[in-house]
């Protein structure tokens, strides 16, 4: 996220499908291009909830790659505890913990970057299936350390049509 920009930034605050769609394709484009993501790969995300959350998320999920969320309520050394065990290729940050993330980052193995706001003009092919894995997420570790779990897109489709039923969702909403 650009320096200042906030869920209410006006490019984020009214997103319709279709542009929300265009920002998928074109960050999956760059991600690809620019940092190599592709199909198998995590790539960690370390900042507030914010609408430019769910585009990566989309578009990790064309390129068949993995989201993992960094809790932000976490402390430093719980994040570099779910960075070692998941081994991401990359670690997104926002601006508000864009020092957070570059103290975690091991130069020889880990890139750190901000999440583009403006990405490329550009799509990037589908490379997801329903069976893929899409997002990984650690859980609280109430036993133990955190330990991850793994969703695929079948399973996060399953469980918004499910929300959106219970919801009572439409696509107005």
């Not at 092919?125 to 955190?146: I, K, M, N």
Request: proline letters at 6%.
């Amino acid at each position: 996220i650009e320096p200042g920009q906030t869920a209410s930034d006006p490019r984020w605050s009214h997103l319709s499908f279709a542009e929300l769609a265009q920002r998928t394709g074109a960050l999956a484009q760059g991600l690809a291009r620019t940092h190599g993501v592709r199909a198998g790969d995590r790539v960690a995300w370390l900042g507030w909830n914010h609408p430019a959350q769910i585009a990566l998320l989309f578009a990790l999920a064309r390129l068949g790659a993995l989201l993992v969320p960094l809790n932000h309520r976490l402390s430093p050394a719980e994040w570099a505890a779910v960075l070692h065990d998941c081994g991401p290729t990359l670690l997104l940050h926002d601006t508000a913990l864009a020092e957070a993330a570059r103290s975690l980052a091991h130069p020889a193995t880990l890139h750190v970057d901000g999440l583009p706001t403006d990405p490329m003009a550009g799509d990037a092919a589908d490379q997801g299936c329903a069976d893929h894995p899409v997002l990984l997420v650690y859980t609280s570790g109430t036993t133990g350390a955190p330990k991850g779990a793994v969703h695929t897109q079948g399973n996060l489709l399953a469980n918004m049509a499910i929300a959106a039923q219970v919801q009572e969702l439409s696509e107005h909403d």
